[in-house]
Nanobody, 124 residues
Framework: QVQLVESGGGLVQAGGSLRLSCAASGLTFSSYAMGWFRQAPGKEREFVACISRFGGTTYYADSVKGRFTISRDNAKKSLYLQMNGLSPEDTAVYYC?????????????????WGQGTQVTVSS
């Protein structure tokens, strides 16, 4: 079955960096656009970034643009999110998601598969 497993979350001070990874199995990874979403306590899940099947097209939420970078390695069936300049407002559970399409989308309902999430906590 399809599995998406996130890793790399943790506790970091404001201004610090983290790199999240998402390892995929059970699917033809290069056939899927991928996305990162996050959900803070008491809030709805929100779009962070997405990347097309072969990585040529990326798109970011305004709140992370210039600080976060999404990338993928199809040979390793892996998705990444480099997060720099973290602030307490970035504290959330971060999820990777797969969409059987050429390009990603900001809508979480259009992704078929989801990971279990990894916690990112940024202290002030």
């Amino acid at each position: 079955q399809v599995q998406l497993v996130e890793s790399g979350g943790g506790l970091v001070q404001a201004g610090g960096s983290l790199r999240l990874s998402c390892a995929a199995s059970g699917l033809t990874f290069s056939s899927y656009a991928m996305g990162w979403f996050r959900q803070a306590p008491g809030k709805e899940r929100e779009f962070v970034a997405c990347i097309s099947r072969f990585g040529g097209t990326t798109y970011y939420a305004d709140s992370v643009k210039g600080r976060f970078t999404i990338s993928r390695d199809n040979a390793k069936k892996s998705l990444y999110l480099q997060m720099n300049g973290l602030s307490p407002e970035d504290t959330a559970v971060y999820y990777c998601a797969a969409r059987n399409s050429v390009v990603g989308t900001t809508s979480p309902t259009l992704y078929e598969y989801w990971g279990q999430g990894t916690q990112v906590t940024v202290s002030s």
